[in-house]
């Protein structure tokens, strides 16, 4: 089940695209804009450069996670990052150690589970627009007409059953559109914290 979510940002009120994408591909800042991290934290481990850019990288990320006898549990997480001048995305998924082998040995990924989600940002948007529009299906979302700011696209996606021929609740729909429309907030939450913050004065 995937579940996405289009929202326009103004660049005058918010942040630039660059520090769009720097905010969210950030493993420190992940725990508070992905609902779905339980708010766990999470550390780089490995780091694959994919071109100039330092933000155009495949990393895995550790999640530092509690178990329920309060000691530590290690999770792994794969991210991809990429940003140009036609938009930027960041895209991950969690992954096991036998998968991260498998990987690494050069042997075929075809067999790796992946449920990927994440951000895609794009220059342009309505200013006026800030309204959290959720789509529910296997297609994903098509955004507003490109007039100015940035295009921020958020998407999740989640096993809503292990029967593949089983029907997806109301619920279950609910549930994971209050999620989605929940990270939308934090992130422009946390966009507009970085622009209100004071641009150091230089002496």
Do not use: W
Not at 78 to 97: C, K, L, N, R, W
Not at 178 to 197: D, F, G, P, T, Y
């Amino acid at each position: 089940m995937v579940s996405s979510s289009v929202v326009s940002l103004p660049l005058g009120s918010l942040s630039p695209t660059s520090q769009v994408f720097e905010l969210l591909r950030c493993e420190k800042r992940r725990s508070q804009l992905d609902v779905f991290s339980g708010g766990n934290t999470f550390e780089e481990v490995a780091h694959i450069a994919n071109g100039s850019h330092p933000g155009n990288c495949v990393a895995l990320l550790r999640v530092n996670a509690a178990t329920n006898s309060g000691s530590p549990s290690a999770e792994l997480m794969v991210q991809e990052s990429f940003t140009d001048a036609s938009g930027s995305m960041v895209v991950y998924a969690p992954i096991d150690v036998a998968g991260v082998n498998i990987a690494m040995s050069a042997e075929d990924t075809s067999c790796i589970p992946l449920l990927p989600s994440g951000f895609v940002i794009v220059p342009g948007g309505d200013d006026n627009s800030g309204s959290c529009n959720i789509n529910t299906d296997n297609l994903g979302a098509s955004g507003p007409a490109i007039n100015g700011g940035c295009i921020l696209t958020v998407a999740f996606q989640v096993l809503a059953s292990a029967v593949p021929a089983s029907k997806i609740s109301m619920s279950t729909v609910t549930t994971i559109n209050n999620h989605i429309c929940n990270a939308v907030r934090q992130i422009h939450a946390a966009l507009a914290a970085c622009s209100s913050e004071p641009t150091p004065s230089s002496h």
